[in-house]
């Protein structure tokens, strides 16, 4: 199997630019730790809040290494601190990364998957900065998370802060009130996606609201809906969009709501008809994909079976088969008795990954451009070797801990979401 990046560094340059969305992928993600940005590919638009985590210079000796001596010494580091280390890997991950991970899966099953090692004194989280404070919330009080490099953030988080949200919960009080209806609903429920900041998730835990991932979003707002007239979903809007029309709330009762204008740029009557606030935030990965692939995909692969992530467009789930969050993907596939072509929308280093590991499919990805999530693809072998070594010399470095005060809040809200349990299940 040829990895993402062995794929990248293979273009020559003078393609590059048609074939990946930044020839600047190429480099070793060093190369950007010291600028204010999300790095080369699909994030690069978009704007790295002020007080985002930067990652300081990686040591020399891990940039000038060979990617062969950078996997012994990563392996020789994992096995001198055995048990005492864990290593989570994203789905989303480099396959450099991947191959020294003891659990892969999504954000919340790694979180999960950490609880089931307690011998692990530190929690290696390959994977992004709300994912890391997830496992730190959930983790024992003697347990460490490590986060190999502090740029990796997710710019979908990065679009809902505590700031603004609480800004639109005061102004949303001024027109809702806060008193229960006649059936004993509070005027709205804040419901946060697990890609959100440990702030966010404790706003939640303090305001009768919960968290939800790709997998249980339906299951939540049923929640949600039986405790409140409406929802204000954040960050993701395609998520909580998908979610709630698939639910038949019409559209026209889910106004966007937009933290640079007064009201979220509504009248008051439009707020208070509102079924589902969305925010405005988007996954700068999944909002690439597009009809038009779909549609090309259908034409020079008839038959084909197309699943896409819901953080993808409306128009894009809509013109899909299927559509369900990487684990539903990833059963999907596995299920599929015959031999099958999928068209998958969602990050490509899972999609290829699938690939390489069900040869009896056909699988690719719908987007013909190489563009690996950003932030993700700054976890590179060079900074897994650093802070293994680093732990093996008895230092923490990029320790991710959220503060007990908010972490308190955030557990309430993931409880909450625990107990919410899909009517199917
Ligand atoms: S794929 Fe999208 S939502 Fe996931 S970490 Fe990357 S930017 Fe964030």
Redesign the pocket.
């Known amino acids: 199997m040829t990895s993402v990046a062995t794929l990248i560094a293979s273009i020559p340059s003078s393609v590059a630019s048609e074939q990946t969305c930044s020839p600047a992928l190429a480099a070793g993600p060093w190369t950007f730790d010291q600028a204010p940005g999300y790095g080369p590919g699909a994030?690069l638009g978009d704007v790295l809040p002020t007080g985002s985590p930067r990652q300081g210079s990686l040591p020399e000796e891990y940039r000038n290494e060979t990617n062969e001596r950078l996997h012994e010494r990563i392996r020789a580091a994992k096995a001198t601190l055995g048990d005492r280390v864990v290593i989570l890997g994203h789905f989303?991950q480099r396959d450099e990364i991947v191959e020294h991970a003891d659990f892969l899966g999504d954000s919340f099953q790694l979180a999960n998957a950490a609880l089931t090692r307690p011998d692990a004194e530190t929690i290696v989280f390959c994977g992004?900065h709300f994912m890391a404070e997830t496992a730190d919330i959930l983790a024992r009080d003697d347990q460490r998370v490590v986060l190999p490099n502090l740029a990796a953030g997710?710019?979908?988080?990065d679009m809902a802060d505590i700031d603004s949200v609480t800004e639109c919960w005061e102004e949303l009080a001024s027109i809702y009130g806060t008193e229960p209806d006649a059936d004993g609903r509070v005027p709205v429920i804040p419901v946060t996606y697990m890609?959100s900041s440990a702030a966010l998730k404790a706003f939640c835990g303090a305001h009768g609201g919960i968290v939800c991932t790709s997998s249980n979003a339906e299951t939540v707002l049923e929640w949600a809906f039986e405790r409140g007239q409406r929802v204000l979903f954040f960050p993701d809007q395609h998520l909580g969009r998908n979610t709630a029309k698939a639910m038949g709330v019409p559209l026209e009762l889910m106004p966007m709501w937009n933290p640079r204008k007064a009201l979220g740029g509504h009248d008051e009557q439009t707020l208070l008809d509102a079924r589902v606030l969305l925010w405005h935030g988007f996954?700068?990965?999944?909002k690439r994909f597009t009809v038009d692939q779909i549609d090309r995909a259908r034409l020079e692969h008839p038959g084909v079976r197309v699943i896409v992530h819901p953080?993808c467009p409306m128009p894009v789930v809509d013109a899909a088969d299927e559509y369900g969050s990487t684990d539903y993907i990833r059963k999907a596939v596995a299920a599929a008795d015959e031999p099958t072509t999928f068209a998958i929308g969602t990050?490509i280093n899972m999609v290829n990954r699938l690939a390489a590991e069900f040869p009896q499919h056909t699988i690719f990805c719908l987007d013909p451009v190489i563009c690996p999530?950003s932030?993700?693809y700054r976890i590179h072998p060079g900074y897994l070797a650093w802070v293994l070594e680093e732990l093996v010399a008895g230092n923490t470095v990029n320790r991710i801990e959220v503060d007990d005060r908010v972490a308190v809040d955030a557990r309430v809200a993931l409880e909450r979401m625990l107990a919410a349990k899909p009517k199917a299940d």
Request: one cysteine or more.
């Open positions: 994030s989303y992004v997710c710019s979908m988080a890609n996954c700068s990965v999944h953080e990050e999530c932030t993700m």
